[in-house]
């Protein structure tokens, strides 16, 4: 079916399936008669704090009981009761997400998986680390790297994010036009299934052609096929210092060139990301770092080369940004600035959400297309009179129009939702995607058919059916 053929409806909020307050009353008795110890809130001002992730913009439902299993086995037991009584299950990290995957479902179970912390062991001999999913990413960052080794998955918020949660979205980050997105790192995954059975989808080897390749399925699924309770994880030696450049630019769209520049010479970065004039003006208001306030776009190189072939990396990279017409270029002094900047870019959300309430959007396109992605985006939200503040994984074609209104404003919250249309049109367009870390889960549903076709929707609703057949699992997400 072609892209243009399904209409596309004024997205509803979260959709809040109901469930019947006796069926949750008799798994709350059972939870309680099966698992003594286990952790389990259903005060209601203690549940309140499990209604949304961090997609502001949205409404969600309020869970009818909030509870954090300690170990497989528990949550095994948790997911058997729950199709007894058919509750719904909303699995649930740290709760960062950004596209309401673990927000609430009114009167349902909210299962947390952060008491499963530990890291239970790092294997230097086979570049490998086998962790439980309530481990946040930058510990597990800091475990292996006492050993010298590097999982690269570097979500902007990983010091707040879990790896469950990472592995739940597909998760992407700073570094993936050189190291991938969080699948790329998965060697093996325990997923207990809405029944309650427990499988193994693979583990330590690194070749592994057994059957339906299980692992890659689960990763990015956004908690509606199975809860991952355990992954083994590749790992890679640590690499070297980052080299950092700054380059400002008198345009978007010229910085959007530069990137696609980059791509053609074959210049594999570690980082490219890019900000634009109202991104560049709140970091520089939260932070004080002295960029080019004047600048309309500033692209955040790095590398990791090993040794004299990080400064190398940046030359070439500078040549062709320079060629692309950037108006100044600056280099990190050292590595404690390289590490300031980056922290920067990440806190980019947090400098623009003191602008007001943002929502925020991932689209991705082919990197070719990056150029006309930024100019189609200015073109939009000028049109439409919204503040937008864009920045991202450019050197991925990935980008984040972060739509700027007042909530209490329901005209302004209107307009940023026919906005956000028009730019994920324009994303699709252009070869692209609605989505391309922050999952689908409830804020993008009716575009998944619009994406895909109704075929793949199908082959999904298939898979679906075959592993969850109740529908306890985080229904009405994704699909
Ligand atoms: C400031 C900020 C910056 C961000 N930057 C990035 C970025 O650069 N790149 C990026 O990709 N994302 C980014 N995000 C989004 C978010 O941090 C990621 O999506 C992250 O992977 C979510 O992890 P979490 O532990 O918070 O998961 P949650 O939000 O709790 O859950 C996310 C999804 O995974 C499912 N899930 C959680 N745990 C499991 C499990 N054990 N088994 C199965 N399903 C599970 C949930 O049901 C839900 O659908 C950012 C968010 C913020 C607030």
Known sequence: ??????????????????????????????????????????????????RLDETAYLAAGLPGAVVFPADTAEVSTILRLASRHRVAVVPRGAGTGLSGGAAGIEGALTLVLTRMNRILEIDPDNLCVVTQPGVINADLKAAVAREGLFYPPDPASYETCSI????????????????????????????????????????????????????????????????????????????????????????????????????RGGLVQVTLELLDRETILAV???????LD?????????????????????LDAAEAAIRAAGSTSIVRAADATE??????????????LEMKGTVRMEDVGVPRSRVPELLAGIEKITAAHKVRCATFGHA????????LIFDRDDPEAARLTHVVRDEIFRLALDLGGTVTAEHGIGSARREWLPIQRGEGAVAAMRSIKAALDPLRILNPGRVL
């Open 1 to 50: 079916m072609g892209i243009e053929s399904v209409a596309v409806e004024p997205a509803a909020p979260v959709a809040a399936t109901p469930v019947d307050p006796a069926a949750l009353d008799a798994l709350i008795a059972d939870l309680r008669a099966a698992l003594a110890d286990v952790r389990l809130l259903t005060d209601a001002t203690d549940r309140e704090a499990y």
């Open 164 to 263: 469950g949660g990472n592995l739940g979205t597909n998760a992407g980050g700073l570094c993936c036009v050189k190291y991938g997105q969080t699948r790329d790192w998965v060697l093996g995954l325990e997923v207990v299934l809405a029944d309650g059975t427990v499988i193994r989808t693979g583990g330590k080897t690194v070749k592994d052609t057994a059957g339906y390749s299980l692992t890659h399925l689960f990763v990015g699924s956004q908690g509606t096929l199975g809860l991952i309770t355990e992954a083994t994880l590749r790992l890679r030696p640590m690499p070297g210092p980052r080299a950092t450049l700054l380059a400002f630019f008198a345009s978007v769209v010229a910085a959007g060139e530069a990137v696609a520049a980059l791509t």
């Open 284 to 290: 520089d208001d939260a932070h004080q770092l002295g």
């Open 293 to 313: 306030r004047d600048a309309a776009a500033m692209l955040l190189v790095e590398s990791d080369a090993p040794g004299t072939a990080a400064a190398a990396e």
């Open 338 to 351: 390289a590490d300031w900047l980056r922290h920067a870019r990440r806190l980019a959300l947090r400098a």
């Open 395 to 402: 050197g991925d074609g990935n980008l984040h129009p972060n």
